[in-house]
T-cell receptor
Framework: DGGITQSPKYLFRKEGQNVTLSCEQN?????MYWYRQDPGQGLRLIYY???????QKGDIAEGYSVSREKKESFPLTVTSAQKNPTAFYLC????????????FGQGTRLTVV | AQKITQTQPGMFVQEKEAVTLDCTYD???????LFWYKQPSSGEMIFLIY??????QNATEGRYSLNFQKARKSANLVISASQLGDSAMYFC???????????FGTGTRLQVFP
């Protein structure tokens, strides 16, 4: 079945450590996105990518980094520079240049301990 | 700059009644798409309906319809015959055709009561 897979579902991190969240899709989509969601809040765009080897900062990119070496994969690294990383992270993908819906993964809940 | 605004943090509706969730947007790109998603307490994002900036008619999908008023830059979601299972967070979103940048509003929490 086609879809987007985020792993892990739950992640615990010690303060000061970098952590990488995985996002893989087999929908052959060019565009991919990372969002952060805090409790009771909306989705805020961290980074997005329209094509392999290219990505753009979203509205809250500070303290995060991404790579897009393969079309299927768009991992997000939460660095130690992110002051408040505890949140729910959602990855999405869509067809590029076409206004069709984005498909979402099930999310990763990151907690700093 | 691209912007999405949802001014209703929470809404209540009685079962079987209709409800309208508000959404306004701003963009300088003449080509854009407007979306509504539902997020139950499980956290998954469920796509509901889409409206293109050049579409002449309002989009409809079953009990969902989108009241698109381009001149007013509004894209309100109408849910008819509400059901208890409609209780969830609802997000309005916009994607600009030129950049593929997809942004979301802050959401509206809808609660349906018997």
């Amino acid at each position: 079945d086609g879809g987007i897979t985020q792993s892990p579902k739950y992640l615990f991190r010690k303060e000061g450590q970098n952590v990488t969240l995985s996002c893989e899709q087999n929908l052959n989509h060019d565009a991919m996105y990372w969002y952060r969601q805090d409790p009771g809040q909306g989705l805020r765009l961290i980074y997005y990518s329209q094509i392999v080897n290219d990505f753009q900062k979203g509205d809250i990119a500070e303290g995060y980094s991404v790579s897009r070496e393969k079309k299927e994969s768009f991992p997000l690294t939460v660095t130690s520079a992110q002051k408040n990383p505890t949140a729910f992270y959602l990855c999405a993908s869509s067809i590029r240049g076409d206004n069709t819906e984005a498909f979402f993964g099930q999310g990763t809940r990151l907690t700093v301990v | 700059a691209q912007k999405i605004t949802q001014t209703q943090p929470g809404m209540f509706v009685q079962e079987k009644e209709a409800v309208t969730l508000d959404c306004t947007y701003d963009t300088s790109d003449p080509s854009y798409g407007l979306f509504w998603y539902k997020q139950p307490s499980s956290g998954e994002m469920i796509f509901l309906i889409y409206q293109g900036s050049y579409d002449q008619q309002n989009a409809t999908e079953g009990r969902y319809s989108l009241n698109f008023q381009k001149a007013r830059k509004s894209a309100n979601l109408v849910i008819s015959a509400s059901q208890l299972g409609d209780s969830a967070m609802y997000f309005c979103a916009m994607r600009e055709g030129g950049t593929d940048k997809l942004i979301f509003g802050t959401g509206t929490r809808l609660q349906v009561f018997p």
